[in-house]
């Protein structure tokens, strides 16, 4: 058994989450399948198999925001697809809220919300607004209710002077936030998100998570969060899991994923003057440039002792500690993952 495995059953056997409350998602050995033809002659067409999802089981209780992430291919969309019942499992079970989504789709709609990357639910040729109104009758919201839900999402996603703009004269970055509030307006209890600030400014990135952030503690709402940005699964997630092949690799607290793989923070340490270099244990010396000196440490580790005991014995002016590159953490486990076996 690798480490990934090892480290997947923080969860419970097969990655199903042990305790935590009663489970609002449940994916109990889900598998998709896809028939592909491809051509290998003139007029001849060999038949094969995808295996897209590949035995992937976990549970999500309800309020919990979940970071699902993985490299381009790895089953993320699929899954996500099968959880709002677009796509029917080819095996296992699946549950959303008690429903069985394949099997009741239009019931379980009304209790969710999706946000599917570059693929807009908003009407292309109407402005802004008119998608939101037809969605108001859509969904049946109360009046009054999709008054209060638009407003919020109106001033904090910014969208008050983009409302009487067609959806097609909308950037990437304006449309997402569009499709985000679209998303929220029939208050729904679970939210899939498949990345949500991408083509967003830095600035528009932060007031997305907090909106995000907010919605969560106060109405409670369950995410589905799968993204290339892993700033957001930081700022967002205290839960994550990788997804790659089909298969789940892990499932656990963001932090574990920094000890599979054997990630490290770094020390920037600015020093009065230039000194031999810092010799302090637990840490090694990664660069010296004059005054200034990178110091690592195993991110698993506290930094304050680092800190406290560079300060005693240096001309300390300035230090701040840089934290690991999640996206390095990741291809160090699909590296050991593909490693060639030393047992049979």
């Not at 089953?75 to 549950?95: A, D, F, Q, V, Y």
């Not at 909308?170 to 929220?184: P, V």
């Not at 205290?238 to 923070?265: N, Q, T, W």
């Not at 195993?298 to 304050?304: E, L, Q």
């Amino acid at each position: 058994m690798d480490r990934a495995d090892d480290t997947a059953g923080a969860h419970g056997a097969n990655g199903v989450k042990a305790g935590g409350g009663e489970a609002f998602i449940e994916v109990d050995g889900v598998e998709k399948v896809f028939d592909v033809r491809r051509k290998t002659g003139f007029m001849r067409r060999e038949r094969h198999q995808v295996r897209a999802v590949d035995g992937i089981s976990f549970a999500v209780p309800r309020g919990e925001m979940v970071g699902y992430i993985g490299p381009n291919g790895a089953g993320k969309s699929t899954t996500i697809k099968m959880l709002t019942g677009i796509l029917t499992p080819s095996g296992g079970r699946l549950r959303v809220a008690g429903i069985e989504p394949a099997r009741d789709r239009t019931r379980l709609a009304r209790r969710i919300g999706v946000v599917f990357g570059q693929r807009t639910t908003l009407w292309w040729d109407l402005p802004l607004i008119d998608s939101y109104r037809l969605m108001h009758r859509m969904y049946r919201i109360e009046d009054r209710r999709f008054r209060e839900n638009l407003d919020r999402c109106v001033e904090l996603l910014e969208l008050s002077e983009l409302l009487d703009t067609p959806v097609r004269q909308l950037s990437l970055g304006q449309r997402m936030r569009g499709d985000i509030a679209a998303a929220l307006l029939h208050d729904p209890e679970v939210l899939y998100l498949d990345e949500p600030t991408i083509g967003l400014d830095v600035i528009s990135k932060t007031k997305v998570r907090t909106f995000l952030r907010d919605l969560n503690a106060e109405r409670g709402t369950t995410v589905l969060l799968t993204t290339h940005d892993l700033q957001d699964i930081e700022q967002l997630c205290k839960r994550v899991m990788v997804i790659d092949h089909g298969r789940l690799m892990y499932d656990g607290a963001l932090a574990g994923l920094h000890e599979i793989g054997e990630s490290e923070r770094t020390l920037v340490v600015d020093l009065a003057d230039e000194l031999p270099p810092v010799q302090v244990p637990g840490t090694r010396v990664l660069k010296v440039e004059g005054p200034r000196q990178w110091l690592a440490i195993p991110a698993a580790a506290s930094a304050a002792p680092v800190v406290t005991a560079v300060a005693s014995a240096y001309p300390l002016v300035d230090l701040s500690v840089r934290e690991p590159d999640i996206e390095a953490v990741i291809a160090k486990m699909y590296e050991d993952r593909t490693a060639p076996s030393d047992t049979l």
